[in-house]
């Protein structure tokens, strides 16, 4: 445009002229050539709205996916996709158990051995080749399926909906069958029905739906710990009274990292259900920790399973208790540290890199502080049983589901966002206790492979939280899933900035009015500027109270 190349044609003009009132060839000018560029951004903004309307569609008719290049098919961006989660989480696997077994190998003060790879990453010692693969399948299988699902749906129905993230995602959820344990696909079917509720609670209150919940919301900054109590309540109570209902490995951590010994507690169910106490376990128990007096008191149907019995070991109750927190400390730090540092290496492996010390120290502030969250419960777990002991004569089954409420708040200790995510993690597994219990006792059906179709169900609503809503989400999933899914859609290229009709013009190849005007040039980086800031203020709905 060589009319806008002259800094002199948008200068004012003469006074002489404005004074008489007499129109000027320099006002003619500027409004003609303002008209012009309304024209020309009318006819470019047009025709991006036809590009817009045509763009799942070429020339020839032919469907194209903008969930990847133009230069990549969707079978490779799916197989890509799909090799790049299977490592990953492989990797975060095994690097647990590597870490793992590091620990155990320093604990034995064997410290050259952790430069000896026979016996740091053997196959006899670290048996995790198995379950690394299914999680890898896991995660490498619905990644690759869900971007091939997006990518054919967008062929089939010729557009980009909500639809199509739903059904990609409770498709793409058929992944869980890489794992061969039923109650460890219901868990984690149950987590993420726990989430998608989450996701929908938060949805909701965005948009003002729960009005009389809020008034009562800034009164209620404890929510997250009162729902940690609660779960803990079940999970404890299943423990002690029905540990068929946990998973076999939630079973054996629990039991590791208490202080009571399972002969114990299987005398303690007998006695509250009644039944007679197997005096001959019991007795062999004690004898291994050179206390046999205690079993001679008893008979096979006490009231109540006394102290003595409990930790024999001594007669403190206040000295096992704080014993048996030092021990839960030192036993549970290794795994607290590996859960910690390993994510934070291999998911955030830039930042890592960036600052590997600061990274080494938050992961180790981090686990100190969900040990001492652990210690604290169980010192708190077991306090609770001593001192009903010392106030009442017989035992009942329901002072171990109030046991596991108090020592739930432990969780205090640990950050308030870390709450939140704890209670999460502890639902699920205490619904599916609740879930065994009830169908044991015939209060509702047993429907095979029910926890497939849920977590198909729940994969489809997160997806879609995911893709269209995902500030409803929680920080740590959608950093995961998007971490995971490893695509433009979740990643977002950041928004653009500048002036809007230098983007649209920029977009369809057309030279902008400005762009050889060296009058405007600093009011353009001014604009931009302004606009920059604009843009990147966003609505968080992480950071309203309560969410």
């Not at 502080?369 to 077991?382: E, H, I, P, W, Y």
Request: hydrophobic share 40%.
């Amino acid at each position: 445009m060589p009319f806008l190349s002259t800094p002199s044609a948008f200068d004012l003009p003469s006074m002489d002229s404005s004074a008489t009132g007499e129109p000027s060839s320099g006002d003619d000018a500027v409004e003609r050539r303002l008209r012009e560029a309304e024209e020309r951004l009318r006819v470019a903004m047009e025709e991006l709205q036809r590009r817009n309307h045509r763009r799942g569609a070429g020339g020839d008719g032919a469907v194209r996916c903008i969930h990847h290049g133009p230069d990549e098919s969707c079978i490779a961006h799916a197989v890509g996709n799909m090799c790049q989660s299977f490592l990953l989480s492989y990797g975060v696997r095994v690097g647990i158990g590597i870490l793992l077994r590091a620990f155990k190998l320093a604990r034995g003060q064997s410290y050259s051995s952790l430069l000896d790879l026979k016996q740091l990453v053997s196959e006899q010692d670290l048996i995790v080749r198995e379950e690394a693969c299914r999680i890898g399948l896991l995660f490498g299988g619905f990644t690759g399926s869900y971007h091939v699902l997006r990518c054919l749906l967008r062929r089939i129905r010729k557009k980009e909906a909500p639809l199509n993230a739903i059904i990609a995602g409770s498709i793409a959820g058929l992944s869980v069958l890489a794992l061969d344990d039923s109650s460890r696909r219901r868990t984690l079917a149950l987590y993420l029905l726990v989430r998608l509720g989450q996701c929908a609670y938060n949805s909701a209150k965005s948009k003002n739906r729960f009005q009389l919940w809020d008034k009562w919301d800034n009164y209620w900054r404890h929510g997250d710990s009162l729902l940690f109590s609660l779960a803990c309540a079940q999970v404890m109570y299943a423990f002690v009274m029905r540990p068929e209902s946990l998973p076999k490995s939630y079973q054996d951590f629990i039991q590791k990292t208490g202080p009571v010994a399972e002969p114990v507690y299987r005398a303690v169910r007998e006695c509250c259900r009644g039944g007679p106490v197997d005096i001959s376990s019991l007795s062999a128990f004690l004898s291994s920790q050179k206390r046999v007096n205690g079993a001679l008191k008893l008979n096979k149907y006490p009231p109540i399973i006394p102290c003595s019995v409990i930790h024999p070991e001594t007669s403190s109750c206040v000295a096992k208790n704080f014993s048996a927190g030092c021990t839960t400390f030192r036993k549970t730090f290794p795994l607290y540290f590996s859960l910690t540092f390993v994510p934070f290496v291999v998911l955030r492996l830039h930042k890592f890199l960036e600052s590997p010390a600061m990274t080494s120290w938050r992961a180790l502030i981090g686990a100190v502080r969900s040990t001492a969250f652990l210690s604290g419960f169980v010192s708190s777990f077991q306090g609770v049983i001593c001192l009903h002991r010392k106030v009442a004569r017989r035992d009942h089954k329901l002072v171990y589901w109030f046991a596991g409420a108090i020592a739930a708040s432990s969780v205090l200790l640990e950050k308030k966002a870390r709450r939140a995510e704890l209670a999460l993690y502890v639902l699920p597994r205490a619904a599916d206790s609740l879930w065994y219990i009830l169908n044991k006792r015939h209060l509702i059906p047993n429907i095979k492979n029910t926890e497939v179709v849920l977590f198909c169900a729940c994969m489809g609503g997160v997806m879609y939280y995911l893709e269209h809503e995902p500030d409803t989400m929680a920080p740590f999933l959608r950093g995961l899933i998007r971490r995971f899914l490893a695509s433009r859609i979740s990643n977002p290229d950041p928004p653009v900035t500048g002036n809007n009709s230098s983007a649209y013009l920029n977009s369809l190849g057309v030279e902008s009015p400005t762009s050889n005007s060296d009058s405007f040039r600093s009011d353009s980086r001014q604009q931009r500027k302004e606009n920059e800031h604009n843009t990147s203020v966003t609505y968080n709905l992480e950071s309203i109270p309560g969410l």
